[in-house]
C-alpha cells in the first residue's frame, strides 16, 4: 500500500514517518506541506492512503479529499476536533486528533488493512538459502519467524532454518496466511493456539504481539 503525508507542520510529519515505520506493509512514497502539490503528485501517481492535515493554507484538507480518486483512503490528522464532524461528510477512514499517540495511529491503520486471507494447506514450497545450502520447504510446516539482526529464524516443530534477510523480503515470499504481529516476528495464522492480551501462543512459544499490529491481527485471527 503506497501513502503520503500532507501537514504543513514538520513536526507532524516526521512523527507520522516514525509511527510508519513500523508498518512494512505500508510504503511511504511522498510527504507534503502544500495541498496544491500534493494534489498534482496525486494525479500523477498511484496513491492509496493519504494522512492529511485539515487546516492548512491555500488548499484545505477537506477541499483536497474532494478532489481525490474515490478509492483512495483519507485518515485525517489534526489539532481541531471541531472538523471532525466534516471529516465524515467525506467517508474518511479515520480523524485522528493531535497530538497522536502510537496506539491510536495503529488503530487507525488498522481500519484500513485489508485482512489476509488464510491460504489452503498443500499450497507452493518455499525455497530458503542458508549459508551454503538452499532448503525446500513446506509454507504449512513453518510455525513463526523470528529477525535477529540481519538474519530470520524459521522456526518449525523439528528444526530451525537461519536465512539471511529482512522481515518485509519474507512477507512478499511467504502466502497471505503468515501475517506480522511485531516488529521482529512473523506467525502462521494456522498454527496459532490462542492469543492471550498481548502474547500469542504457538505449540508452547509465547510471541509477543505488538502495539501496532495488534489491531489487524485481531481482525483477522477471529475470522
Request: net charge neutral.
Amino acid at each position: 500500500m503506497k501513502a503520503i503525508i500532507v501537514d504543513d507542520e514538520p513536526k507532524a510529519i516526521d512523527l507520522l514517518k516514525g509511527y510508519l515505520a513500523h508498518f512494512s506493509s505500508i510504503e511511504l512514497i511522498a510527504s507534503f506541506r502544500n495541498g496544491l502539490k500534493a494534489l498534482e503528485y496525486c494525479g500523477k501517481n498511484r496513491v492509496d492512503l493519504v494522512f492529511l492535515d485539515i487546516n492548512m493554507p491555500q488548499l484545505t484538507g477537506l477541499s483536497l479529499s474532494r478532489m481525490l480518486p474515490r478509492e483512495t483512503k483519507v485518515i485525517f490528522t489534526t489539532a481541531h476536533a471541531e472538523f471532525a464532524v466534516d471529516s465524515y461528510d467525506v467517508e474518511a477512514a479515520d480523524y485522528l486528533l493531535k497530538p497522536i499517540s502510537l496506539e491510536r495511529f495503529a488503530k487507525a491503520v488498522g481500519k484500513i488493512m485489508e485482512p489476509p486471507k488464510v491460504q489452503e494447506r498443500g499450497g507452493r514450497h518455499l525455497l530458503i538459502k542458508s549459508g551454503a545450502r538452499t532448503h525446500r520447504i513446506s509454507p504449512e510446516d513453518i510455525l513463526f519467524l523470528e529477525k535477529e539482526g540481519n538474519y530470520l529464524v524459521y522456526h518449525m516443530e523439528s528444526r530451525k532454518i537461519v536465512a539471511r534477510s529482512s522481515v518485509s523480503e519474507a512477507l512478499e515470499a511467504l502466502p497471505p496466511s503468515f501475517v506480522q504481529v511485531h516488529k521482529s516476528f512473523i506467525v502462521n495464522l494456522e498454527r496459532v493456539d490462542y492469543v492471550d492480551r498481548e502474547i500469542i501462543v504457538i505449540l508452547h512459544t509465547r510471541i509477543p504481539l505488538g502495539p501496532v499490529y495488534r489491531e489487524a491481527f485481531l481482525r483477522v485471527f477471529r475470522v
